[in-house]
């Protein structure tokens, strides 16, 4: 596991979620754990749109224009 | 029982069924031992949405998806492609690892990139380029390049299409279909599985240049003994090779075999965003002096979205989003009343436009609640246009000062996609013969899954088969 660093949340918030881990039934052990799992949901969704890279992404434009698809 | 799915894209009805049914002994026996017939694709009939919808059992409503690419959230006219990771429904391979049963996809259109599944993938046509990693798991790759003969013989799609003289492109896709059946027959040797599902796009690929060498009726046919069978010879290849797989497999193997779409001899392309502008539903602050895309006019912000009702996209389909205001960035149309208005003021637009020598076309337009349902409704198309019911495909740039192209900027234009495709199935038991009426490419999961013991069918908006 790579270091760890602290991140400041509002209490509130921390009760919230440390509520629902209690009350979820133990798929998440701690608030870190839940916060960790939450943001790299996040960041894999909006990466959806850059699986390709710029030049990957102009190839295979440049194949389907070719074919008339674009 | 295991199930074997070999998808032809775009191969025709008509032709598979009728025309070339004798030519084609494999298909043909399926036939008589099983039970066939043409199978509605999704709208529109592209290979995306198409093949996500026959795998996944859902409208296209459910995944968001008409074209092989997407618009990108508040933008007019930035698109990505699509990918696998786009598609939130699960799959069949994503079924079949729940329970515990495996797959083996290969070639499956809009997998790329491959999914960890409990079994092996090999992705397809939207794959970036041999050095991408297109297998699961990663080292199969290394097995599929050994196969087809190196890196170097590895074919992902036929590349610079338009240049290509036509014989060239016909050898080529020769070769593909080969490959493709090498590495199908590698898998289903090698490898164990419950599901195997393949995809071939060179029947696709033949269409769109081969079509005018054998079809009589088309407007630019060309009488050329090397390429008046060339679409029938790759039809051949296939049904051949086919044969060849089949034998293999257990006799308690159920077949099927399918296409995501048809094909149909293709007249003109309708200039639909040229129509537009005419009759003053898409705003242009200046007229281009040559052929520009529809992405380049906006970049150069020549199209005056404050005063836009709506706009095209799609290359053999139109279609029509209206500026609707919430969800276009500059959207001017008010949501209920409003946007009906200019539905209804584009639809009839699109549905009065004649051939050009003046002949009625049979076009259709779909409003969008007719055809798609689910969750990602929001962000389908709000007409879809079958111009002369897919006689004629469509541009979406301007400046052609003609509302018909004859020779188009978009290349190779033989042929448009059919909105039916071929669906052939052999059950070992024989629970489903003869002719089959009123299938739709839904139904292909739920029967699938029926197959495999798999419960809770009612989800789908495909129903089982058997």
Same mark, same amino acid.
């Given at each position: 596991?790579?270091?760890? =660093?602290?991140?400041?949340?509002?209490?509130? &918030?921390? %009760?919230?979620?440390?509520?629902?881990? /209690? @009350? #979820?039934?133990?798929?998440?052990?701690? =608030?870190?754990?839940?916060?960790?799992?939450? &943001?790299? %949901?996040?960041?894999?969704e909006?990466? /959806? @749109? #850059?699986?390709?890279?710029?030049?990957?992404?102009?190839?295979?434009?440049?194949?389907?224009?070719?074919?008339?698809?674009? | 029982?295991?199930?074997?799915?070999?998808?032809?894209d775009?191969?025709?009805?008509?032709?598979?069924?009728?025309?070339?049914?004798?030519?084609l002994p494999?298909?043909?026996?399926?036939?008589?031992?099983?039970?066939?017939?043409?199978?509605?694709?999704?709208?529109?009939?592209i290979?995306?949405?198409?093949?996500?919808?026959?795998f996944?059992?859902?409208?296209p409503?459910?995944?968001?998806?008409?074209?092989?690419?997407?618009?990108?959230?508040?933008?007019?006219?930035?698109?990505?492609i699509?990918?696998?990771?786009?598609?939130?429904?699960?799959?069949?391979?994503?079924i079949?690892?729940?329970?515990?049963?495996?797959?083996?996809?290969?070639?499956?259109?809009?997998?790329?990139?491959?999914?960890?599944?409990?079994?092996?993938?090999?992705?397809?046509?939207?794959?970036?380029s041999?050095?991408?990693?297109?297998?699961?798991?990663?080292?199969?790759?290394?097995?599929?390049?050994?196969?087809?003969?190196?890196?170097?013989?590895?074919?992902i799609?036929?590349?610079?299409?338009?240049?290509?003289?036509?014989?060239?492109?016909?050898?080529?896709?020769?070769?593909?279909?080969?490959?493709?059946?090498?590495?199908?027959?590698?898998?289903?040797?090698?490898?164990?599985?419950?599901?195997?599902?393949?995809?071939?796009?060179?029947?696709?690929?033949?269409?769109h240049?081969?079509?005018?060498?054998?079809?009589?009726?088309?407007?630019?046919?060309?009488?050329?003994?090397?390429?008046?069978?060339?679409?029938?010879?790759?039809?051949?290849?296939?049904?051949?090779?086919?044969?060849?797989?089949?034998?293999?497999?257990?006799?308690?193997?159920?077949?099927?075999?399918?296409?995501?779409?048809?094909?149909?001899r293709?007249?003109?392309?309708?200039?639909?965003?040229?129509?537009?502008?005419?009759?003053?539903?898409?705003?242009?602050?200046?007229?281009?002096?040559?052929?520009t895309?529809?992405?380049?006019?906006?970049?150069?912000?020549?199209?005056?979205?404050?005063?836009?009702?709506?706009?095209?996209?799609?290359?053999?389909?139109?279609?029509?989003?209206?500026?609707?205001?919430?969800?276009?960035?500059?959207?001017?149309?008010?949501p209920?009343?409003?946007?009906?208005?200019v539905?209804?003021?584009?639809?009839?637009?699109?549905?009065?436009?004649?051939?050009?020598?003046?002949?009625?076309?049979?076009?259709?337009?779909?409003?969008?609640?007719?055809?798609?349902?689910?969750e990602?409704?929001?962000?389908?198309?709000?007409?879809?246009?079958?111009?002369?019911?897919?006689?004629?495909?469509?541009?979406?740039a301007?400046?052609?000062?003609?509302?018909?192209?004859?020779?188009?900027?978009?290349?190779?234009?033989?042929?448009?996609?059919?909105?039916f495709?071929?669906?052939?199935?052999?059950?070992?038991?024989?629970?489903?013969?003869g002719?089959?009426?009123?299938?739709?490419?839904?139904?292909?999961?739920?029967?699938?899954?029926?197959?495999?013991?798999?419960?809770g069918?009612?989800?789908?908006?495909?129903?089982?088969?058997?």
């Amino acid at each position: 596991m790579s270091e760890r =660093v602290s991140v400041r949340i509002s209490k509130d &918030l921390y %009760e919230k979620v440390k509520k629902f881990i /209690e @009350e #979820s039934g133990g798929e998440f052990k701690s =608030v870190d754990e839940f916060v960790e799992f939450v &943001l790299k %949901e996040v960041l894999e969704e909006e990466s /959806e @749109e #850059s699986v390709y890279t710029p030049e990957e992404e102009e190839e295979i434009k440049r194949r389907l224009r070719a074919l008339g698809y674009l | 029982m295991k199930v074997f799915v070999l998808g032809i894209d775009s191969a025709e009805p008509y032709l598979v069924f009728d025309e070339w049914r004798e030519e084609l002994p494999t298909i043909s026996q399926l036939m008589e031992e099983g039970a066939w017939g043409r199978i509605k694709s999704t709208v529109p009939p592209i290979t995306c949405p198409a093949w996500p919808s026959a795998f996944s059992g859902y409208n296209p409503g459910h995944f968001g998806l008409y074209d092989l690419r997407y618009r990108k959230l508040r933008t007019y006219t930035e698109f990505g492609i699509v990918n696998s990771r786009i598609i939130k429904v699960p799959r069949l391979w994503n079924i079949m690892t729940k329970h515990n049963m495996k797959s083996v996809v290969a070639f499956v259109p809009v997998t790329y990139p491959p999914e960890s599944i409990n079994g092996f993938m090999v992705t397809s046509f939207l794959t970036p380029s041999v050095y991408s990693p297109f297998t699961f798991p990663p080292q199969l790759k290394k097995e599929v390049l050994r196969v087809v003969g190196g890196p170097n013989k590895y074919i992902i799609d036929v590349y610079d299409y338009r240049r290509k003289d036509p014989k060239d492109l016909y050898e080529e896709l020769k070769v593909k279909t080969e490959h493709d059946f090498k590495v199908i027959n590698y898998l289903v040797k090698n490898k164990p599985w419950d599901l195997f599902i393949a995809v071939l796009m060179s029947i696709d690929r033949a269409q769109h240049t081969l079509w005018k060498y054998f079809d009589k009726e088309h407007p630019r046919f060309i009488e050329d003994p090397e390429l008046k069978d060339g679409l029938l010879n790759l039809h051949k290849q296939i049904d051949e090779k086919l044969g060849e797989v089949l034998e293999q497999l257990p006799e308690d193997t159920l077949i099927i075999v399918l296409s995501d779409h048809g094909a149909k001899r293709m007249y003109y392309r309708i200039n639909v965003n040229e129509l537009l502008v005419n009759e003053g539903i898409l705003k242009l602050k200046e007229r281009p002096k040559s052929i520009t895309g529809l992405r380049e006019l906006d970049r150069r912000g020549i199209i005056d979205w404050d005063r836009t009702l709506a706009y095209a996209l799609g290359a053999y389909i139109a279609q029509v989003f209206v500026n609707l205001e919430g969800r276009e960035p500059k959207g001017i149309v008010k949501p209920g009343e409003e946007y009906e208005s200019v539905r209804e003021q584009v639809a009839d637009i699109l549905k009065s436009v004649k051939g050009p020598n003046e002949e009625v076309l049979d076009t259709r337009v779909f409003f969008k609640e007719e055809v798609y349902k689910g969750e990602m409704l929001d962000v389908m198309p709000d007409l879809t246009v079958y111009f002369d019911n897919l006689h004629y495909g469509v541009n979406e740039a301007i400046g052609f000062n003609t509302l018909y192209s004859l020779e188009t900027a978009k290349g190779p234009d033989d042929s448009n996609h059919g909105e039916f495709g071929i669906f052939v199935i052999k059950d070992p038991e024989g629970r489903v013969k003869g002719r089959l009426k009123g299938l739709k490419l839904e139904d292909v999961t739920p029967t699938v899954l029926e197959v495999m013991g798999i419960k809770g069918l009612s989800k789908f908006d495909g129903i089982s088969l058997l």
